[in-house]
Nanobody, 124 residues
Framework: QVQLVESGGGSVQAGGSLLLTCATS?????????MAWFRQAPGKEREAVVA????????IYADSMEGRFSITADFVKNEVYLRLNSLLPEDTALYYCAANLGHCRSLSPSEYTYWGQGTQVTVS
C-alpha cells in the first residue's frame, strides 16, 4: 500500500513562505511514480498546483502557479517538497500530496490513485 503524509503547513502572513513535505512509502523515482500537489479551499473545487516528472523529466505547473511555487524531491528520503513563496490570502487551502504510477500525464485529480490527508496552509 502506498502511503503519503503531508507536513509543513501552518499560518503565515501575506508575503511569507512555507515548505511543504510529502513523505512517501515508495521510492519516488521519476521512472516509477508521478508525484503531484493539489489544493482545495473552502467552497472551491480541488485544483492542481504542480506535478512531476513528465516523460521528458520536467514538471508541469498549473497556469497560475508557476513562478511562486516550485516542486523538488529527495529520492533517497522518499520525500517530495512544495515551496510556497509570496503567499497570498487566496492561497489559503488544504494542500494534498498525490501520486500515480508512471510518468505524469495530466493535472486532472482523477488521474491520481494515491492521496495524503492534506496539510493546512492559512495566509492572513
Amino acid at each position: 500500500q502506498v502511503q503519503l503524509v503531508e507536513s509543513g503547513g501552518g499560518s503565515v502572513q501575506a508575503g511569507g513562505s512555507l515548505l511543504l513535505t510529502c513523505a512517501t512509502s515508495v521510492y519516488t523515482s521519476p521512472y516509477t511514480y508521478c508525484m503531484a500537489w493539489f489544493r482545495q479551499a473552502p467552497g472551491k473545487e480541488r485544483e492542481a498546483v504542480v506535478a512531476m516528472p513528465t516523460r521528458d523529466g520536467s514538471p508541469i505547473y498549473a497556469d497560475s502557479m508557476e513562478g511562486r511555487f516550485s516542486i523538488t524531491a529527495d529520492f533517497v528520503k522518499n520525500e517530495v517538497y512544495l515551496r510556497l513563496n509570496s503567499l497570498l490570502p487566496e492561497d489559503t487551502a488544504l494542500y494534498y500530496c498525490a501520486a500515480n504510477l508512471g510518468h505524469c500525464r495530466s493535472l486532472s485529480p482523477s488521474e491520481y490513485t494515491y492521496w495524503g490527508q492534506g496539510t493546512q496552509v492559512t495566509v492572513s
